[in-house]
Protein backbone atom coordinates (compact mmCIF):
# COMPACT_ATOMS: atom_id res chain seq x y z
CA UNK A 1 0.00 0.00 0.00
CA UNK A 2 1.37 3.44 -0.99
CA UNK A 3 2.10 5.48 2.05
CA UNK A 4 -0.27 8.59 0.34
CA UNK A 5 -3.06 5.98 1.00
CA UNK A 6 -1.63 4.95 4.38
CA UNK A 7 -1.81 8.79 5.42
CA UNK A 8 -5.35 8.61 4.01
CA UNK A 9 -6.67 5.79 5.35
CA UNK A 10 -5.24 6.79 9.44
CA UNK A 11 -6.28 10.24 9.09
CA UNK A 12 -9.40 9.74 11.15
CA UNK A 13 -8.03 7.85 13.86
CA UNK A 14 -4.50 10.31 14.13
CA UNK A 15 -3.84 12.63 16.77
CA UNK A 16 -0.38 13.36 15.84
CA UNK A 17 0.66 14.03 12.82
CA UNK A 18 1.56 11.30 10.19
CA UNK A 19 5.48 10.77 9.95
CA UNK A 20 5.85 9.49 6.63
CA UNK A 21 9.40 7.77 5.56
CA UNK A 22 9.96 5.51 2.93
CA UNK A 23 8.97 2.12 3.59
CA UNK A 24 6.97 3.29 6.78
CA UNK A 25 4.71 5.44 8.48
CA UNK A 26 4.78 6.79 12.72
CA UNK A 27 1.76 8.73 14.55
CA UNK A 28 0.15 8.59 17.61
CA UNK A 29 -3.62 7.34 17.31
CA UNK A 30 -6.29 9.00 19.15
CA UNK A 31 -6.04 6.38 21.74
CA UNK A 32 -2.80 7.69 22.70
CA UNK A 33 -0.97 4.41 21.20
CA UNK A 34 1.95 4.76 18.89
CA UNK A 35 1.07 3.32 15.87
CA UNK A 36 4.00 2.10 13.32
CA UNK A 37 2.69 0.84 9.98
CA UNK A 38 5.37 -0.95 7.62
CA UNK A 39 4.96 -0.95 3.86
CA UNK A 40 4.86 -3.77 1.48
CA UNK A 41 9.01 -4.92 1.08
CA UNK A 42 10.22 -3.12 3.76
CA UNK A 43 13.92 -3.84 4.81
CA UNK A 44 14.67 -2.59 7.78
CA UNK A 45 18.29 -1.82 9.34
CA UNK A 46 20.01 -0.44 12.34
CA UNK A 47 19.42 3.15 11.28
CA UNK A 48 15.86 2.68 10.24
CA UNK A 49 15.05 1.52 13.62
CA UNK A 50 17.36 4.47 15.60
CA UNK A 51 14.90 7.00 13.55
CA UNK A 52 11.76 5.27 14.34
CA UNK A 53 12.92 5.61 18.35
CA UNK A 54 13.55 9.21 17.61
CA UNK A 55 10.14 9.39 15.93
CA UNK A 56 8.70 8.17 19.12
CA UNK A 57 10.63 10.69 21.18
CA UNK A 58 9.79 13.54 18.93
CA UNK A 59 5.56 13.19 19.04
CA UNK A 60 5.93 12.11 23.06
CA UNK A 61 8.77 13.18 24.45
CA UNK A 62 8.05 13.27 28.17
CA UNK A 63 5.88 9.61 28.14
CA UNK A 64 7.16 5.84 27.33
CA UNK A 65 4.86 5.35 24.80
CA UNK A 66 2.73 1.77 23.80
CA UNK A 67 2.86 0.92 20.66
CA UNK A 68 1.00 -1.03 17.77
CA UNK A 69 3.18 -2.35 15.28
CA UNK A 70 1.91 -3.46 12.17
CA UNK A 71 4.27 -5.19 9.81
CA UNK A 72 3.92 -6.80 6.01
CA UNK A 73 4.16 -10.73 5.33
CA UNK A 74 7.45 -9.63 3.33
CA UNK A 75 9.42 -6.89 5.86
CA UNK A 76 12.91 -8.10 7.23
CA UNK A 77 15.12 -6.53 9.66
CA UNK A 78 18.68 -7.04 10.22
CA UNK A 79 20.52 -8.09 13.37
CA UNK A 80 21.52 -5.06 14.07
CA UNK A 81 17.95 -3.74 13.72
CA UNK A 82 17.10 -5.93 16.01
CA UNK A 83 18.95 -5.97 19.13
CA UNK A 84 18.80 -2.50 18.92
CA UNK A 85 14.76 -2.82 19.02
CA UNK A 86 15.32 -4.72 21.88
CA UNK A 87 17.64 -2.73 24.13
CA UNK A 88 17.59 -1.07 27.33
CA UNK A 89 17.80 2.17 25.30
CA UNK A 90 14.20 1.40 23.35
CA UNK A 91 12.55 0.64 26.89
CA UNK A 92 13.21 3.63 28.64
CA UNK A 93 10.76 5.17 25.34
CA UNK A 94 8.56 2.31 24.91
CA UNK A 95 6.60 0.61 27.72
CA UNK A 96 4.97 -2.16 25.45
CA UNK A 97 4.69 -3.42 21.88
CA UNK A 98 2.31 -5.24 20.12
CA UNK A 99 3.22 -6.80 16.87
CA UNK A 100 0.64 -7.59 14.15
CA UNK A 101 2.24 -10.24 11.91
CA UNK A 102 0.99 -11.57 8.90
CA UNK A 103 2.51 -14.88 7.36
CA UNK A 104 4.46 -17.96 8.96
CA UNK A 105 7.64 -16.61 8.36
CA UNK A 106 7.27 -13.61 9.99
CA UNK A 107 5.13 -15.49 13.04
CA UNK A 108 9.12 -17.72 12.91
CA UNK A 109 11.13 -14.40 12.59
CA UNK A 110 8.59 -13.26 15.63
CA UNK A 111 9.02 -15.89 17.51
CA UNK A 112 12.53 -15.69 17.02
CA UNK A 113 13.11 -11.54 18.30
CA UNK A 114 11.14 -12.96 21.30
CA UNK A 115 13.18 -15.54 22.24
CA UNK A 116 17.02 -14.47 20.97
CA UNK A 117 16.97 -10.49 21.59
CA UNK A 118 14.55 -10.84 24.81
CA UNK A 119 13.10 -7.36 24.61
CA UNK A 120 13.08 -5.79 28.59
CA UNK A 121 9.64 -4.68 28.22
CA UNK A 122 6.19 -6.63 27.26
CA UNK A 123 6.36 -7.61 23.86
CA UNK A 124 3.48 -9.99 22.05
CA UNK A 125 2.99 -11.10 18.51
CA UNK A 126 -0.65 -11.00 17.17
CA UNK A 127 -2.45 -11.39 14.01
CA UNK A 128 -5.32 -9.28 14.84
CA UNK A 129 -4.87 -5.62 15.11
CA UNK A 130 -7.79 -5.13 17.45
CA UNK A 131 -6.57 -7.92 19.54
CA UNK A 132 -3.12 -6.38 20.03
CA UNK A 133 -4.96 -2.99 20.62
CA UNK A 134 -6.96 -4.39 23.68
CA UNK A 135 -3.64 -6.11 25.24
CA UNK A 136 -1.77 -3.11 25.14
CA UNK A 137 -4.57 -0.95 26.74
CA UNK A 138 -3.81 -2.73 30.02
CA UNK A 139 -0.20 -1.14 30.20
CA UNK A 140 -1.53 2.95 30.81
Not at 42 to 61: H, L, Q, W, Y
Request: aromatic share 10%; glycine share 6%; with cysteine.
Amino acid sequence: MQMAILREKYLDIALSEIHVFEGYCIFMRKDGIMQLQFEDGFNGDVEDAKNMINVFRKIAPLARVLSLVIYQEDNTFTKEAREFIASDEVSKVVKADALIIRGIALAIIGNGYLKINKPKRPTRLFTNADVGLKWLKQFK
